[in-house]
């Protein structure tokens, strides 16, 4: 399988070393930048399932062709319309494209430029960053992918994956019923950025206030409602396992979102993870306040970061 990876970030970078790693003929469509340092350095990945350093394809914007059997794109949401027209001169009759992005909103837009018959559904569970000298390090051991068709055209395609990616460290399943493993994905995630957002702490600080549990259900209680009106009500098993998350007093952790906003990020993905479920509500005539007031919060901090 003749793969393309837009970018080399902590994301598809690292994916794209896995792939490479499985057999798979990867190029990554990369800035002159990042082109220039992956010839000198090479891809580095750091990560306790493998290291991973070696020379690498690449391929920029003007000399890109539609010569690929897949595309796997790992953009943020806001970057999206960009890395749209990056990825479309390499498009060709048959090629299909794997997001791995936050959010359900996104897969509509990717649907309207390319058609749903090209866009896989995809879900990734991992933690990665880009780091100064340009390596990417994983934190942890979590390596989850899960694909699945969202038409029937592309299951061929969905098990071709599947099989690559049984090669590699990553722990990787084919679903069913991948809408819901999208829907189910982006709830944990909004519930999670909803608090820890709007309170500026990690889960064990929240709940060992007096009403942050309460406060915490309601949140997934907004978040679940939305998924239930749109035909998507979470499993018993992910509801659980939300709530033991979320619900753990001793769990340093917050969401990537909010570890953005420590860093003083000039730009969030809040429209696709928390503007869309609050307009989603609005639609279904659903309370939500507590995702109401994050995405006022969100937007406050944007504004201010663009004066900044």
Known sequence: MKI??????????????????????????????????????????????????????????????????LILLTCKGYDLELAMDAI???VGPDTGILPF?????????LDA????????????????????????????SLDSVTVGARNPSQQQQVEELHAIFAQT???????????????????MIASAALMTCLMRGTVAEICRTQDGKALMNRAMAECAGVAAKEGYPLPEPVRAQMEARLLDASLNWMASMARDIALGASRLESDNIVGDLVRRAKA?????????????????????????
């Open 113 to 140: 430029r390319f058609g749903r018959r090209r866009v896989l559904g995809g879900v990734a569970r991992i933690a990665t960053m880009l780091e100064r000298d340009g390596a990417i390090a994983h934190y942890g």
């Open 169 to 187: 460290p990553s722990s990787c399943a084919i679903s069913d019923n991948i809408e819901q493993a999208l829907w189910d994905k982006w709830m």
């Open 284 to 308: 279904f005539g659903l309370d939500a306040p507590i995702a109401q007031a994050a995405y006022c919060h969100l937007q406050v901090y944007e504004a201010k970061q663009q004066v900044n």
């Open 4 to 69: 393309l990876v837009l970018g080399a970030g902590a994301i598809g970078g690292y994916y794209g070393a896995r792939l490479i790693e499985a057999g798979a003929d990867v190029t990554f469509l990369v800035r002159a930048a990042r082109a220039t340092r992956l010839a000198e350095s090479g891809l580095i990945v750091r990560s306790e399932l493998g290291e991973f350093r070696q020379s690498v394809k690449t391929v920029v914007s003007a000399t890109v062709r539609p010569e690929y059997d």
């Open 88 to 90: 479309a001169p390499a």
């Open 101 to 109: 992005l936050n959010g359900v909103s996104v897969y509509d837009r």
